[in-house]
T-cell receptor, first 112, second 114 residues
Framework: GQQVMQIPQYQHVQEGEDFTTYCNSS?????IQWYKQRPGGHPVFLIQ???SGEVKKQKRLTFQFGEAKKNSSLHITATQTTDVGTYFC????????????WGLGTSLAVNP | NAGVTQTPKFQVLKTGQSMTLQCAQD?????MSWYRQDPGMGLRLIHY???????DQGEVPNGYNVSRSTTEDFPLRLLSAAPSQTSVYFC?????????????FGPGTRLTVL
């Protein structure tokens, strides 16, 4: 079963509001990846974090990897309608780099 | 580069029929995998391969077979389709699993089993 919990499952915001989704793993991860899936589309890679405590930014998106490498977050500042979609985290368990473990995703809806 | 391609895009089967979902990549990736996506269930790994001739089971392998005779192709076979296999199927590839790295996804196959 799923070993990476992702919350919230759904989030509905007004355009311009901020948005955050969180991932928590029961085991230590060697890395964490984030993907975005638009409605009707396929997952598209956003970023990978590898180091403990790592923070990366992509324009309005900020990604963090926890110190213990068991949790991660994606924060979007000032959401836009183009941010609509489902955001997934995924990671490889430390010592097992063959099976990517996925969170269930957070679906983001943005009201214009 | 075409990236990861999947055929067909849509398919309707009757219970008990068999079929093969095709997946190909032209990026010389060693690692390929098959997922199914159902509402509220996220992405579940069916089978994966770390190179030609090497395959292994994922989280939900029952009812599916795979083979990897070439680096480029990784077909998924449904042996005897069941309504529970109605889903969207995604194929993905990446360079090597050991270093993590970006997973490239195909556009998906939407399968309905009646």
């Amino acid at each position: 079963g799923q070993q990476v919990m992702q919350i919230p499952q759904y989030q509905h915001v007004q355009e311009g509001e901020d948005f955050t989704t969180y991932c928590n793993s029961s085991t230590t991860l060697s890395n964490i990846q984030w993907y975005k899936q638009r409605p009707g589309g396929h997952p598209v890679f956003l970023i990978q974090l590898v180091k403990s405590g790592e923070v990366k930014k992509q324009k309005r998106l900020t990604f963090q990897f926890g110190e213990a490498k068991k949790n991660s977050s994606l924060h979007i500042t000032a959401t836009q309608t183009t941010d609509v979609g489902t955001y997934f985290c995924a990671g490889f368990k430390a010592g097992n780099n063959r099976k990517l473990i996925w969170g269930l995703g957070t679906s983001l809806a943005v009201n214009p | 580069n075409a990236g990861v391609t999947q055929t067909p895009k849509f398919q309707v089967l009757k219970t008990g029929q068999s079929m093969t979902l095709q997946c190909a990549q032209d990026m010389n990736h060693e690692y390929m995998s098959w997922y199914r996506q159902d509402p509220g269930m996220g992405l579940r790994l069916i089978h994966y391969s770390v190179g030609a001739g090497i395959t292994d089971q994922g989280e939900v392998p029952n009812g599916y077979n795979v083979s990897r005779s070439t680096t480029e192709d990784f077909p998924l076979r449904l042996l005897s389709a069941a309504p529970s296999q109605t889903s969207v199927y995604f194929c993905a590839s990446s360079y090597t699993p050991g270093t993590g790295g970006e997973q490239f996804f195909g556009p998906g196959t939407r399968l309905t089993v009646l």
